[in-house]
């Protein structure tokens, strides 16, 4: 009986011993796993820094906040560390200056690249104006005018520095209060989010996610646009495996010379679909440059072929697609300029001292001075107090009556507007003449898509 107890002993012994062993051998090999893994991540962050860039932003006048895809950043000079690689948009801000906005690029490079911005001051106005306060009404009927424009013709929140975001926020930066301007930026947010659940919606998840990222970074607190993204992150996971099947389709169209047409059966959407699911793939890349070269070649033919009109759409569609292109803007404003009319005596709008005749207390007429702008999108009116301040559409002009010192404006849904100035009658024949000239307004971004097959059905 002793020998037994003392036999159980030993073997109790034995197989605590292994037991500590084995538990010390298993902290051991996690702790050693844990070294490696935290070492490769750091050879690896070492050996690649390109994953992230830096952005070196300087401005004159310095002192200027600094914006990056919506964020505050800080003042200039200042260095952003770790940037993701691909297009952002920089912008910066300095009270009594014209806001300044770029896109950049960031590439894989190993130096910080240097980016710069030379702000414009807000000028006084061109000509003399009523306003009591001082307030630069010329340059914001001016701003307002381009807002208005740019969002006419689908240049939302691209190119840097001549779209209607820029213009709108170039307004209130001058004048917060503007209700126009606050408006117009509504619209535009909600243009964009309709873009996105329309590409959403026919397939096209490379432009919902594309138009949902846009959102984030110029709406960076808009809570539909957080969970839009992620929605279309969780569709783009689940179709990874089509990605093979997209690049040999795309290599298809492009032989065929379907570069940017047909609709959802191009190569540039079938490349886009392929990059949603892996930015960093190479063959991708490299015919998405080829799509871009032949498509420009096909713009240029026009060009020679004297038809600046059909090139001009060309190159605004290519600059949309491919914003990374700066020299794509710069040959469409070229050629904008080409077609622009040779007479000197043409204006584009002219700008008058105005006031807006308002109802007072006890139905007594109050007068607000201000600025008003004629053009071929419609009137402007800029006064001191930006809730005073309006924005009027041709297409909701029903008839406008003017003498040389009075001004009735009369929309489509019955309201009126009244204004006395000089010269009122000169802008009125202006508006008639610029109205007359321009072409059918450009259909509003996402209203006129069609809804062709899912791809991914």
Not at 33 to 56: E, F, N, Q, S, W
Not at 82 to 108: C, D, M, Q, W
Request: hydrophobic share 40%.
């Amino acid at each position: 009986m002793t020998t037994t107890h003392w036999t159980q002993t030993r073997l109790q012994s034995a197989f605590t011993k292994r037991g500590k062993l084995s538990r010390l051998a298993t902290g051991l090999t996690v702790f050693l796993l844990v070294v490696v893994l935290v070492g490769t991540g750091i050879l690896l962050y070492i050996r690649h820094p390109a994953t992230m860039g830096k952005l070196d932003v300087v401005t004159t006048p310095p002192g200027a906040e600094v914006w990056l895809d919506g964020r505050r950043i800080g003042t200039a000079p200042c260095t952003i560390e770790r940037v993701g690689l691909g297009l952002h948009t920089l912008r910066a801000v300095h009270e009594g200056f014209i806001l300044a906005e770029r896109e950049v690029l960031v590439e894989e490079k190993d130096t910080a690249a240097a980016v710069s911005f030379v702000l414009q001051p807000v000028k006084a106005d061109l000509q003399p104006s009523p306003a009591r306060d001082g307030a630069p009404t010329e340059r914001i009927a001016e701003f307002m005018q381009q807002a208005a424009e740019a969002f006419r013709r689908g240049d939302l929140v691209t190119p840097a520095n001549d779209n209607a975001l820029y213009y709108s926020d170039a307004v209130l930066l001058i004048q917060p209060d503007n209700e126009p301007a606050r408006a117009l930026r509504a619209r535009i947010r909600d243009t964009l989010a309709r873009q996105a659940e329309l590409a959403a919606g026919r397939g096209d998840l490379a432009a919902a996610q594309a138009a949902y990222a846009t959102l984030l970074s110029r709406f960076p607190s808009d809570e539909q646009s957080k969970s839009g993204i992620n929605r279309i992150a969780d569709l783009i996971e689940a179709n990874r495996g089509r990605a093979t099947r997209f690049l040999a389709l795309a290599e298809a169209a492009l032989a065929n010379g379907h570069y940017l047409d047909p609709p959802q059966a191009n190569a540039y959407f079938y490349l886009s679909q392929v990059l949603a699911h892996d930015r960093g793939q190479s063959q991708a890349q490299r015919l998405r440059a080829e799509v871009r070269h032949a498509a420009q070649s096909t713009a240029e033919r026009y060009v020679a072929q004297g038809d600046l009109a059909r090139a001009t759409a060309e190159y605004r569609r290519l600059a949309r697609l491919f914003p990374e292109d700066r020299a794509l803007y710069n040959r469409l404003r070229q050629l904008e300029r080409q077609q622009a009319p040779k007479d000197n005596q043409t204006v584009s709008a002219v700008s008058l001292p105005a006031a807006r005749q308002l109802t007072g207390r006890q139905s007594s007429q109050v007068s607000q001075a201000g600025t008003l702008r004629f053009s071929a999108t419609g009137l402007v009116f800029a006064a001191p107090s930006g809730m005073e301040s309006l924005s009027i559409a041709t297409e909701d002009i029903a008839r406008l009556q003017a003498s040389r010192t009075q001004l009735t404006v009369t929309l489509t849904d019955g309201r009126v507007y009244r204004f006395t100035g000089t010269e009122l009658e000169r802008g009125a024949a202006v508006w008639r003449n610029l109205r007359n000239l321009s072409t059918s307004p450009h259909p509003l971004p996402g209203e006129h898509l069609e809804s062709p097959r899912n791809p991914y059905e």
